[in-house]
């Protein structure tokens, strides 16, 4: 295996000589910030220093050989047949990945890889263990130019991308599409990929991605972008400016831009003791936000951060039992299938449920514990319970809580 560009200046290098170019200088969301055209293809040849797919040799068995013929006539719309995904066929689908030319055994092809091969010998009792022909033909078609194909080449590259050492070519060439690519779903999907990069907290191009994407007109990829973020805000490069963009981001017209803007604030918080005022300040606004989903992620992210202002406005809405999910529809993604950006605000998804937690998490650091439990045969009545005794443990406590 390659490994991994360990320069943003190589990466950098890297994107341009992808062909993409360098980069020059709700509840459903408005129709109009999802409106998008078909799929289209970036002019990006072969990812760099990979072969030309039907370069790579695959070697069969005779019996592998006659598997071929029939794999290619079963794929349909680009997926493979019907009880084909079969330990037996891992190397014949691997060989149509890099010998056909027809997008859609390709796409048919690249879907099965992930499902046969594994980057870990852990699973090899499962699945065959990926082989340097596995990597290849990935770095190879995630340049090709029909966006089917390409969606299944970033689904095919997550195997790699979890490794150890991630191959260099593939991880750039994802970069590349989730950062370049001329279809907004293009970059959606490479997002979607990318966040599986076992060496992302290293890959400051990687991480810087996600950023990238926080300024785009679509509320689903920013949505997207602040989700994977939060994952790893601790290792963010450039924190200061990433919380001043992550503020801006809490006034967006969408309420799961919004709440998740807030739950990233929450994260980024402790790193950045110097924009702690406003941070809290935005957190504050958002409790009291139109959408149950970006007040929930307030509570939490207040919660996190220990800012105990918030208490009284938590448990002011503990018997609130209003939904606090969200999803952002009316996109399609590389393939054309429709898409989705899911937000959930709690466990049981309701406000209340929201407000208990946060109650919970601010006890902890208080010397006196707030526990309870929900059963999932009793949600409305243990949340009601529960309810109840938050209000009793914060008028033990009230005397404790600042009111500003």
């Known amino acids: 295996m390659k490994s991994r560009p360990r320069t943003t200046h190589t990466v950098a290098m890297l994107l341009c000589l992808l062909g993409v170019g360098c980069k020059p200088r709700g509840d459903a969301a408005p129709a109009a910030a999802n409106a998008q055209t078909a799929p289209s293809a970036p002019n990006a040849p072969n990812a760099p220093n990979a072969p030309n797919a039907q370069t790579v040799t695959v070697s069969l068995s005779p019996a592998e050989e006659a598997a071929l013929a029939p794999l290619t006539a079963s794929a349909r719309d680009g997926r493979p047949g019907p009880g084909t995904v079969l330990s037996l066929n891992a190397r014949p689908y691997l060989a149509l990945a890099a010998r056909s030319d027809d997008p859609n055994v390709l796409s048919a092809a690249l879907l099965a890889m992930p499902e046969l091969f594994t980057h870990s010998p852990r699973f090899a009792a499962q699945k ?46 994802l970069v590349a599409h989730a950062t370049q690519h001329p279809n907004p779903a293009g970059r959606f999907d490479a997002m979607q990929s990318l966040w599986q990069l076992s060496t992302l907290r290293q890959s400051p191009a990687a991480m810087a991605a996600f950023v990238d994407n926080l300024s785009a007109p679509e509320p689903w990829r920013v949505s997207i972008a602040l989700f994977r973020l939060r994952g790893f805000a601790q290792s963010a490069p450039n924190g ?8 801006s981001l809490t006034r967006h017209a969408d309420p799961g831009v919004r709440g998740r803007a807030a739950e990233l604030l929450g994260a980024l918080g402790p790193r950045q003791p110097a924009s702690r005022d406003a941070i809290t300040a ?95 045969r009793n949600v409305d009545a243990d949340l009601a319970a529960a309810a109840e005794a938050a209000r009793q443990w914060f008028a033990r406590h009230r005397a404790e809580v600042p009111t500003a």
Do not use: C
Request: aromatic letters at 6%.
């Open 240 to 247: 200061e400016a990433l919380v001043t963009q992550t503020l």
């Open 282 to 376: 935005a957190l504050m606004a958002l409790v009291d936000d139109g959408h149950p989903f970006a007040q929930a992620a307030a509570m939490n992210a207040l919660a996190a951060l220990d800012h105990r202002p918030a208490l009284p406005r938590a448990v002011a809405k503990l018997g609130d039992m209003s939904s606090n999910t969200y999803d952002i529809r009316g996109f399609r993604n590389l393939r054309g299938d429709p898409e989705s950006v899911h937000h959930d605000g709690s466990a049981w998804s309701k406000t209340g449920d929201a407000a208990l937690n946060a109650v919970r998490t601010f006890s902890q650091r208080m010397g006196d514990p707030f526990r309870y439990e929900i059963n999932h």
């Open 128 to 173: 065959a263990l990926m082989v340097p022909e596995y990597v290849q033909v990935v770095a190879a078609r995630l340049g090709h130019p029909d966006p089917r194909v390409q969606f299944a080449a970033m689904r095919a590259a997550r195997t790699v991308l979890l490794h150890e050492a991630p191959d260099a070519a593939v991880v750039a060439a």
